[in-house]
């Protein structure tokens, strides 16, 4: 883990596409500003770590049931007679 001191004003960049400054700092806060490109999600760590669990849920869930068919996809054909035709 890389561990920089900054001041309020100040900012790192990573791999020239995101920026993180320090906005304020008031007692044990700091607020940070994150500029990055859009297709780079930006989440706070708990937001995440929610989104890998229902994300796996889903993926568990969906193995775990067998796929449901609408009925008129399951029915066969009826085969044609020499009646029929």
């Keep these: 883990m890389l ?7 100040e900012s790192i960049v990573i791999a020239g ?39 796996q849920q889903a993926l568990t869930r969906q193995s775990a049931e067998p796929l449901k068919l609408p009925l008129a996809a399951t029915a066969r054909p009826k085969r044609k007679t020499a009646k029929s035709l």
Excluded: M
């Design 3 to 9: 561990v920089l001191t900054r001041k309020p004003g």
């Design 17 to 55: 596409r995101i920026h993180v400054k320090v906005v304020r700092v008031e007692g044990d806060s700091v607020k940070i500003g994150i500029e990055a490109p859009s297709e780079v999600p930006v989440h706070r760590r708990e937001v995440y770590e929610e989104i890998q669990r229902s994300n």
